[in-house]
């Protein structure tokens, strides 16, 4: 177990570093850092406004390797950037200059507030629902239930917001509409609404998944075993597919788990939560390219931490893998 | 290697800026976009010619003919296409070039302002003066007709669909099948670089590329089509392999064919449903992605006609008094009708090609 961990680790470390490189490309080597101080600072800055941002910042180093006499060789744009996401140093925020470590601890909170509920009552809803399609399956309903799901996941995240807050806002007038308060249990009133339509926005899609993937263990050999010897239907898919099920759901369920500390980009912009998609929302408005570069690679951290905790989820779902 | 910072930033930039506007602004050939709407024609016109000579594709096609939902569905696509392409088809016109869309409804008026759905007066609560024509779906703030903006918008949806799977394409499936094909450091390579673009969560990606190449159609497709590739490679390197076990490779193998020919003649044919299916089904994302994305400010620069930038600017005329909800309602339902039907199509050809998949 330990060796694998350590393995799983190792095999890690090319695709940060491959990350890394993708990332300082883009952001140094696409666009000039002159360009990018250009963007932050507005096209009519004054050349020394825009020398003092980059000096700042360590931007005017030579680009890849020192080549000024002496200089050390290792003192350039690409080693400094390289050494600093090396040991985990987000930065600073290009237009405020906070440190994003910072930022980005005083956003999960209220991200996780929206996502973590919303990750468990849909996750709770898209498994029942799939059970009883399944239960019901290839009758009218089904199919038209089926139906329903594709015509839930064409829908556009922003056009279910905008419907849901005019809706339940205006005309209903009951749960506020925009805003965000940190204060026990009132923040509930702010969060509901939300909540809902993330969990509608996702269900089509995960209803379909779980559906698929129920009747396929419908179809396995210890399920007809089961029938044979006088199970009932309900008992078979309760007690068989559901348990069953819920191994290969695991796989697929587990690796989004990090994420939910990332927030939802959409949903905190159109109702005001402060989290970090908030954050990355205002960054791209900005623009802040600091942010952006650390949340790219901050997600691919969250990326792989969420595939190692499959592997281990899926060892400990199901008795017959054993990680070595 | 002093210099090469310069040099490279000014190649870089001139690059940028090409790819960034070369829909956009028209510095392009005016016989350009018609072109592309004759290839995309003469390829739609392969592809079907090809299908009826495959036994397999012969098979799909007649139990697609059986499937009235998705026969709805593709002709619902159908439809956005020839909308989308006689958006695309420009003439030159003496007040600048007009597009075929454009000059087929050149008889609606522009009005000063708003006006509601099939209204005989603006849409103003002191001062309604009388329209010049009813408009059925009314018309948005600079008085434009929602309908016909909404149909001008398709243009946009299809060309990021288009050009995006031009890309992503041809990548992920040259890379998926080489992978398969030679296994060793070739398959290392490719799946050491699919891992680091997906390690990258893909709105992330999409909005670091697109903040840094610039708003625009061609940077946008670019930016989905490099981390679009690589589900495709992944989807067409675990087919090849599974087909790489069946005799008809060895067979050709032992037979002394080129790797080129086994890779083309063989291996090629025997994804291409694959390939097919993904890209309907990842149209209809793709097409999802450009109002996300021109909506969250990184997308189709102002002056595009969009579904996502025509949704965007109705949030603040939901606030109006009275509502203006049918600009909303007309990108809406568009988009949603397009994106459903592809869905639905997409699940009936891989329906039609194995009928015992459970979606």
């Known amino acids: 177990m330990f060796s694998y961990l350590l393995r799983r680790l190792l095999f890690f470390v090319p695709i940060v570093a491959g990350v890394m490189l993708l990332t300082f490309a883009l952001f140094f080597m696409v666009q000039s850092p002159k360009a990018m101080a250009h963007r932050v600072l507005g096209p009519k800055a004054t050349p020394k406004a825009v020398e003092l941002w980059l000096h700042n910042r360590g931007y005017d180093k030579p680009l890849l390797i020192n080549q000024i006499p002496d200089q050390p060789w290792h003192d350039s744009l690409f080693i400094s950037q390289m050494r600093r996401l090396a040991t985990f140093d987000l930065g600073r925020s290009d237009v405020t200059g906070r440190p994003l470590s910072e930022v980005f601890r005083q956003g999960a909170l209220p991200s996780l507030l929206l996502t973590v509920p919303a990750f468990l009552a849909g996750l709770a809803m898209s498994v029942g629902l799939a059970l009883y399609l399944v239960f019901i399956r290839n009758a009218a309903a089904d199919l038209f239930a089926s139906l329903l799901c594709v015509a839930l996941m064409s829908v556009p995240v922003m056009v279910y917001v905008i419907f849901g807050q005019y809706l339940v806002a205006q005309v209903f007038n009951y749960f506020p509409a925009f805003g965000f308060q940190l204060n026990g249990w009132s923040t509930a009133k702010f969060l509901f609404l939300p909540i809902a339509l993330m969990i509608v926005s996702g269900l089509g899609a995960d209803v379909r998944l779980f559906r698929a993937l129920f009747l396929e263990e419908l179809g396995q050999d210890y399920i007809r075993t089961a029938r044979a010897k006088g199970v009932s239907s309900a008992v078979v898919l309760l007690r068989h597919v559901l348990k069953n099920g819920l191994i290969n759901l695991i796989t697929l369920v587990v690796a989004s788990l990090p994420f939910l500390i990332m927030g939802s980009l959409l949903l905190e912009n159109f109702f005001g939560i402060p989290g970090l998609g908030n954050v990355l929302f205002t960054a791209i408005q900005m623009p802040d390219f600091a942010v952006v570069q650390a949340s790219v690679f901050l997600g691919s951290l969250l990326y792989l931490g969420g595939l190692l905790l499959t592997d281990l989820c899926y060892a400990w779902a199901d008795p017959r893998i054993r990680l070595h | ?359």
């Open chain 2, 1 to 359: 290697m002093t210099t090469l910072p310069q040099d490279w930033f000014i190649k870089i930039d001139a690059l940028r800026s090409a790819v960034s506007d070369w829909l956009t602004r028209s510095f392009l050939p005016i016989w350009l976009p018609n072109l592309a709407v004759l290839l995309g024609t003469l390829l739609l016109a392969l592809l079907v010619w090809q299908g009826n000579r495959s036994e397999r594709w012969a098979t799909a096609w007649r139990r697609l003919r059986g499937d009235r939902l998705g026969q709805a569905a593709a002709v619902v696509a159908s439809l956005f296409l020839v909308v989308g392409s006689l958006e695309t088809v420009v003439f030159p016109t003496e007040t600048g070039s007009r597009t075929l869309l454009q000059m087929l409804l050149s008889g609606i008026p522009q009005e000063k302002g708003y006006a509601a759905p099939m209204a005989t007066h603006a849409l103003s609560v002191s001062d309604p003066k009388p329209l010049f024509t009813r408009h059925i779906l009314g018309t948005d703030a600079l008085g434009r007709d929602t309908l016909v903006q909404t149909l001008r918008a398709t243009r946009s949806a299809l060309w990021i669909g288009g050009l995006t799977s031009l890309v992503y394409i041809p990548l992920g499936v040259l890379l998926g099948i080489l992978a398969a094909y030679y296994r060793g450091w070739v398959d290392d390579l490719v799946q050491y670089l699919y891992s680091t673009i997906a390690a990258v969560p893909e709105i992330l990606m999409l909005v670091a590329i697109l903040m840094v190449l610039g708003k625009g159609l061609g940077t946008m497709s670019i930016a989905l089509g490099i981390t679009g590739w690589v589900g495709m490679a992944r989807l067409i390197r675990g087919e090849t392999l599974r087909q790489m076990e069946r005799p008809y490779v060895a067979a050709a193998k032992a037979m002394g064919q080129s790797h080129w020919k086994i890779l083309t003649r063989h291996l090629l044919p025997n994804v291409m449903h694959l390939i097919v299916i993904k890209f309907v089904l990842g149209f209809s994302g793709l097409v999802l992605a450009e109002a996300v994305l021109s909506y969250l400010g990184v997308g189709a620069p102002v002056g595009t006609p969009s579904w996502g930038t025509i949704i965007d600017a109705s949030r603040s005329e939901l606030s109006r008094e009275p509502v203006v909800w049918w600009n909303l309602a007309a990108a809406s339902f568009a988009l949603f009708l397009l994106v459903l039907s592809l869905n639905i199509l997409g699940d009936a050809l891989r329906r039609a090609f194995d009928p015992k998949s459970n979606t």
